[in-house]
């Protein structure tokens, strides 16, 4: 398997990411400062330096800067992406300087049209255009070397960032002004696999020292002189508006500088976060409640309410339909035996270790804005609507991120930030509590499905039918971002309107496919169908890491292991009946079942549950070894087998598979949000348990070697998790558990 | 005003007596490496070395600590003088998203100045009070029993660049 051959795979030519990517008439950019669309705070603007676009710099006294166009959030992708340059630049990884990109058009996700992070795409998306950027910029300088030292281009030779000629080295940035006379290459050859040197190999992540040290800076640890703080006091119930507040008795509290009301609550802003978290408590605020959500419970037994809500929409006749295959539903008239059952998932918090904030000054009419965001280009317009500043006067600077998982794609914290600045007039950060992040979250939509499998005579699936009831998650976003992408001069309330017509769109027309995301695609069945019908008591939800995965590995998962125990059949054996037509996903679930021992001998009283899963162009089996003692369960083991493609970063692919399992086992184990008369109960880590190191089991991952392009480590690790888990419960227990969090009692 | 010793310098602030030590190190000293996750002394972010032992700074008042011996991340090392754990961490690729590691650092530099060479179940008591979403927890073990290891072979050290050691703190008050 030769390089060309991974390019062909993925199809994506340097051309077409030029067209969608980069600047426009890219190439040499002779003597020019930096363009207007990189950030003005970029360094050696003013010197002479190879600018093949507006990624990549090497400068005349031999620095490389890269401009990450992703956010780094946990995922690794600043070291991935840094890696890939380097191997076709020839230069070690470590020396490359890294700079978070500025908002800009040449930094947009090419598979989104937006700046978005996000679908675990950054390292599939950019693998070829990054490397055929980086093969380009190599091959000008040695074109330079060898006009300059009087040489053969076969006689110049690269290592580490130098030009070699004959045992004698010499850094690019020599051959930097000379590069600039030539025309920049568009068809250099790519490494064979053979010849990586960074690629496919262990290294320690580049943002490893920042991060122990204490020393990386993260949104929240944005500070100068002058920067003020503010706490928000919102609606309990999410949507509501303030009616009135009383805040003479905040007024004269210590360090408070200023009171405002904004769209969503009233605001003290202080010369200290906790002095302003302090005077919250004496702030008295009256709300106008969100009718519908006001009207949920979650523990509710009315047929209109609580989890009923989702049972009836679910049983009803209502439904749209958002995959066919064969006879479709049909089908399942003529099957032998039809196996039924419903399931269910809660609502799921993200709760980031770092809580919400973001940092906004605003002088005039211009704002700068600091925050760690996964959409900073949403950021920008957000900022500029709810400040009323034109939206070319935001300058936005991106921080790390303290853990994403989807949450800080949204931008209702900027919003608010923008918001606060606006009114007080004042430089401030906005800092979120634990408290507020929890009860303000954009959630993981609760979801319940039934499944209608209809076997063959020979026990083999004819018909797969699914039906999904919950809340879609586009509508919302929808609504977070409509604000600021739509023109300035529209008011607010045809705004609003604009927001909501696309609610009553996909809450009557349209199916989001992460609704229904991996409930029907990886198992053979001559019929298939899969379904959704909205069920929403109007609780903000969002993108949670593997988004409709997070929910469907489990439902999918434990379905076809009920469907195999029902029959007495060996739950990998069925399951590799069903994936003739997806064989990665088949390796992973065979490779696994050897690296485990699947059907050997365990130790006494220990069990084993199987699950497998394909998300975000990736492939991954999990198997839990379990033991239920006194309905004490423990787990004391997960195999895990991803194929990925190439793994660029073998070691940060392992760190993947093992975080989103851990992250998983949370949700599988403990997270459940719940509501009471539209409030969020839950509050903190002691009613949302995030998994502890003692509760965190032995892990072992193991990759499948691959000549194949690379796809995505961010959140194809999580989906199988909780079904794997479950599936061992069941062959410990015989009790087969259709809910999460998973409860042995009850 | 409220003195203490803050990585082996005295210092004065003359914050409010319950002003949480977190804010203080942060708002007032300016030390931003120690972070805020729960406001409550659940996750363990804000975690510090005070006289020794890892401390919830997010629920101490100030007034707690006077007099005392404080140490934060910025006082175990830096990208210059790494101390051992640190090291290991860099090593091992232990941190993700790295919000929580220096709470998760100052943590594993108390159970090392007590336990020289911790088993499983030790590290799991010693650590689970410091939450990590990205599940760095294999690697935190992996890290800490490499970093035992290093400074049982000697010329390793547990703080690289503070005066106070926590190891002998208590005898020294």
């Not at chain 1, 019929?527 to 019908?533: E, G, I, L, P, Q």
């Not at chain 2, 029993?145 to 049982?152: E, I, N, S």
Request: glycine letters at 8%; proline letters at 5%.
């Amino acid at each position: 398997m030769t390089a060309s051959t991974l390019e062909n795979e993925k199809g994506t030519t340097r051309r077409s990411f030029i067209k969608n990517i980069s600047l426009a008439g890219a190439g040499l950019v002779v003597g020019l400062p930096l363009t207007a669309c990189v950030n003005a705070s970029q360094p050696n603007k003013s010197q002479t330096a190879l600018i093949p676009n507006a990624l990549l710099q090497i400068t005349h006294d031999n620095i490389i800067n890269f401009y990450l166009p992703r956010s780094e959030m946990g995922q690794g992708t600043y070291t991935g992406l840094t890696t890939i340059v380097a191997e076709e630049l020839d230069v070690n990884p470590s020396k490359i300087n890294v700079i978070n990109a500025p908002v800009g058009d040449d930094y947009k996700n090419i598979e989104y049209g937006f700046q978005v992070t996000g679908g675990s795409n950054s390292i599939r998306t950019h693998f070829l255009p990054l490397r055929h950027l980086a093969a380009n910029a190599r091959l000008v300088i040695r074109q330079a070397a060898a006009q300059q030292l009087n040489v053969t281009l076969a006689d110049v030779k690269t290592d580490n960032g130098s030009i070699v000629v004959n045992s004698k080295s010499l850094p690019y940035g020599e051959f930097v002004d000379r590069a600039n006379t030539l025309d920049f290459p568009e068809h250099a050859a790519l490494k064979d696999k053979s010849q990586f040197k960074y690629m496919g190999k262990n290294a320690p992540r580049l943002d490893g020292l920042a991060k122990s040290t204490g020393t990386a800076q993260f949104g929240i640890d944005v500070d100068f002189e002058g920067l003020h703080r503010a706490a928000l006091k919102r609606c309990p119930v999410m949507g509501g508006k303030v009616k009135s507040f009383d805040d003479s008795a905040v007024r004269a509290m210590p360090g408070v500088k200023s009171v405002v009301k904004i769209h969503n609550g009233v605001a003290v802003i202080a010369d200290h976060y906790y002095q302003a978290k302090n005077a919250l408590v004496n702030l008295k605020v009256e709300w106008d409640l969100p009718e519908t959500l006001a009207a949920f419970s979650s523990d509710s037994t009315a047929s209109d309410n609580g989890k009923a809500l989702f049972k009836t929409a679910l049983d009803s006749n209502e439904s749209s339909n958002a995959y066919e295959q064969g006879g479709g539903f049909e089908a399942l008239k003529n099957a032998g035996k039809v196996i039924e059952a419903q399931y269910w998932a809660p609502y799921l918090a993200h709760a980031t270790m770092e809580p919400m904030n973001c940092t906004v000054k605003l002088t005039g009419k211009h704002l700068e804005l600091w925050v760690g965001s996964q959409a900073p280009d949403f950021a920008k317009l957000t900022a500029a609507y709810y400040a009323d500043v034109p939206k070319g006067n935001v300058t936005v600077n991106s921080t790390f991120l303290g853990g994403g998982f989807g949450r800080r794609v949204n931008n209702d914290f900027v919003a608010e930030a923008a918001a606060i600045a606006k009114a007080s007039g004042l430089p401030v950060q906005l800092v979120w509590s634990r408290e507020d992040d929890m009860k303000n979250d954009c959630y993981r939509p609760a979801s319940m499905v039934k499944f209608s499998v209809g076997l063959n005579s020979e026990g083999l699936i004819d018909s797969w039918m699914v039906k999904r009831a919950g809340p879609q998650i586009m509508p919302y976003v929808m609504d977070d971002i409509v604000d600021g992408l739509m023109p300035g001069f529209l008011p607010n309330r045809m705004v609003d309107g604009l927001s909501k017509a696309g609610y009553s769109l996909y809450k009557s027309l349209l199916v989001d496919h992460a609704s229904v995301e991996g409930l029907y695609e990886d198992y053979d069945a001559p019929h298939k169908s899969a379904d959704h019908v909205t069920a929403d008591p109007g609780l903000p939800v969002g993108n949670w890491r593997s988004v409709g995965h997070s929910y469907s590995g489990f439902f999918k998962e434990s379905m076809m292991d009920e469907i195999a125990a029902r029959q007495n059949k060996d739950a990998v054996e069925y399951r590799l009946k069903h994936l003739k037509g997806n064989p990665k996903l088949a390796n992973t679930l065979t490779v696994a079942a050897e690296k485990a021992g699947w059907n050997k001998p365990l130790p006494k009283g220990h069990y084993h549950g199987v699950a497998t899963h394909a998300s975000f162009h990736s492939f991954v089996t999990q198997i839990a070894e379990v033991s239920v003692t006194n309905n004490q369960l423990h787990i004391h083991n997960v195999v895990c087998v991803v194929d990925c493609g190439l793994a660029v970063n073998p070691d940060i692919v392992k760190a993947q598979m093992e975080s989103g399992i851990i992250y998983g086992l949370s949700a599988a184990l403990h997270g459940e949000i719940t509501l009471q008369k539209g409030e969020v109960v839950q509050s903190n880590f002691h009613d949302y348990p995030a998994l502890r190191i003692n509760e965190s089991p032995n892990i072992e991952v193991f990759i499948v070697e691959s000549d194949d392009a690379p796809t995505g480590v961010g959140e194809p690790g999580l989906p199988p998790i909780a079904a794997a888990v479950a599936n061992g419960i069941f062959a410990a227990t015989g009790k087969r558990l259709r809910s999460l969090p998973l409860k042995l009692e009850g | 005003m409220i003195s203490f010793v803050l990585n082996g310098q005295t210092v004065q602030v003359s914050a409010a007596p319950d002003t949480p030590l977190l804010w203080v190190i942060r708002d007032h000293l300016k030390l931003k490496g120690s972070k805020f996750g729960c406001g409550m002394g659940l996750c363990g972010a804000c975690s510090m070395l005070v006289d020794g032992d890892s401390t919830r700074t997010c629920v101490l008042p100030l007034a707690a600590v006077a007099g005392r011996n404080v140490t934060t991340i910025e006082g175990i090392g830096n990208p210059d003088m790494l101390s051992t754990l640190q090291s290991a961490w860099v090593e091992a690729s232990v941190p993700q998203c790295g919000y929580c590691q220096s709470g998760q650092l100052v943590s594993a530099t108390a159970l090392l100045s007590k336990n020289s060479n911790p088993s499983d179940e030790e590290i799991d008591n010693a650590m689970s009070g410091n939450i990590c979403r990205c599940g760095t927890y294999p690697k935190i073990k992996n890290a800490i029993k490499q970093a035992a290891m290093d400074l049982q072979k000697g010329g390793g050290r547990l703080q690289a660049v503070a005066y106070f050691d926590p190891a002998t703190s208590n005898s020294e008050l």
